[in-house]
Nanobody, 122 residues
Framework: QVQLVESGGGLVQPGGSLRLSCVGS????????MGWYRQAPGKQRELVAR???????NYADSIKGRFIIFRDNAKNTVHLQMNSLKPEDTAVYYCNALIATITAPTVPDAYWGQGTQVTVSS
């Protein structure tokens, strides 16, 4: 069994910063791509950023230059540093990871965290 647990959400004023963290635990053999998605009320879940096992990254255009994603492979952890936050960044942020388990080391599957609320408001 694999779990992804997020932390770091909260309320912040426009222009402020937050760092989200996500830790994977359980029967993990290898973690491949890790990323963050978000879902605002009434909108579809969208990709924010992702980082491959080798470190290459992809960012949504709406957050380029403001957010940075990075990971610690030894700790099965991914972080999202969010700077210059805007009200439109308000959403539930979900951690996502492609993980191969010990019982199925050649068949990775996608896992999701429970989500953490980020609210940007004055």
């Amino acid at each position: 069994q694999v779990q992804l647990v997020e932390s770091g959400g909260g309320l912040v004023q426009p222009g402020g910063s937050l760092r989200l963290s996500c830790v994977g635990s359980g029967s993990i053999f290898r973690v491949y791509t890790m990323g963050w998605y978000r879902q605002a009320p009434g909108k579809q879940r969208e990709l924010v950023a992702r980082v491959a096992i080798g470190g290459s990254t992809n960012y949504a255009d709406s957050i380029k230059g403001r957010f940075i994603i990075f990971r610690d492979n030894a700790k099965n952890t991914v972080h999202l540093q969010m700077n210059s936050l805007k009200p439109e960044d308000t959403a539930v942020y979900y951690c996502n990871a492609l993980i191969a388990t010990i019982t199925a080391p050649t068949v990775p599957d996608a896992y999701w965290g429970q989500g953490t609320q980020v609210t940007v408001s004055s």
